[in-house]
């Protein structure tokens, strides 16, 4: 059963536009989400992250957004840049100590066209 | 920012082989690492969970015997994939979590592409 889903695989966008990337949640206990970013060949990138207690996050271009009664969180970007282009994996957990596990989304891959 | 190393990148062996993958923290010590298995076009799947100087976890399904994991210092775990056979080819991928400040996320290595023929 996939407790984290991105249901769109792909996305593509103009640069200086928006960008947003969706991921729903089936798990009420999770209570901490993250967005990385990866490139090929690569391991994944850490960008923002948003605890349950706050319904925004924002650094730079990038926010986050949660709708814990919805379930869902929202990555927007903006202005996309053509070196945004990655794929984007949407993870969450519940946080208890140190060991406390991610639960990864099957990713959306962006693509920003000059 | 945290960084982690993860060696080799790429390996291909022949079937029977042992190989021994290799995370490192490098500027920050982990008291928790992580091994992730991900098949292409599908999310990162934990294999285990690895405390320095006790037993990893493994998530259900992971054949510990297969997949062993040492975490002898605080800024090196390796995974060992034993007796290696071709379903076992995949790209493996380590994380850490920097023990000090909490609420920290997890950093990821570059992961390794295993092939085995």
């Known amino acids: 059963d996939q407790q984290v889903k991105q249901n769109s695989p792909s996305l593509s966008v103009q640069e200086g536009r928006i960008s947003i990337l969706n991921c729903d949640y089936t798990n009420s206990m999770f209570d901490y989400f993250l967005w990385y970013k990866k490139y090929p060949a690569e391991g994944p990138t850490f960008l923002i992250s948003i605890s349950s207690i706050k319904d925004k996050n924002e650094d730079g271009r990038f926010t986050v957004f949660l709708n814990k009664s919805a379930k869902h969180l929202s990555l927007h970007i903006v202005p996309s840049q053509p070196g945004d282009s990655a794929v984007y994996f949407c993870a969450a957990s519940v946080r208890d100590g140190a060991n406390s596990k991610l639960t990864f989304g099957k990713g959306i891959t962006l693509s920003v066209r000059p | 920012g945290a960084v982690v190393s993860q060696h080799p990148s790429w390996v291909i062996c022949k079937s029977g082989t042992s190989v021994k993958i290799e995370c490192r923290s490098l500027d920050f010590q982990a008291t928790t690492m992580f091994w992730y298995r991900q098949f292409p076009k599908q999310s990162l799947m934990l294999m285990a969970t690895?405390?320095?100087?006790?037993?990893?976890?493994?998530e259900q399904g992971v054949e510990k015997d297969k997949f062993l994991i040492n975490h002898a210092s605080l800024t090196l775990s390796t995974l060992t994939v034993t007796s290696a056979h071709p379903e076992d080819s995949s790209f493996y991928i380590c994380?850490?979590?920097?023990?000090?400040?909490?609420?920290?996320?997890?950093?990821f290595g570059d992961g390794t592409r295993l092939s085995i023929l």
């Open positions: 994380s850490a979590r920097d023990g000090g400040p909490p609420n920290q996320p997890q950093h």
């Open positions: 690895s405390n320095e100087g006790s037993k990893a976890t493994y």
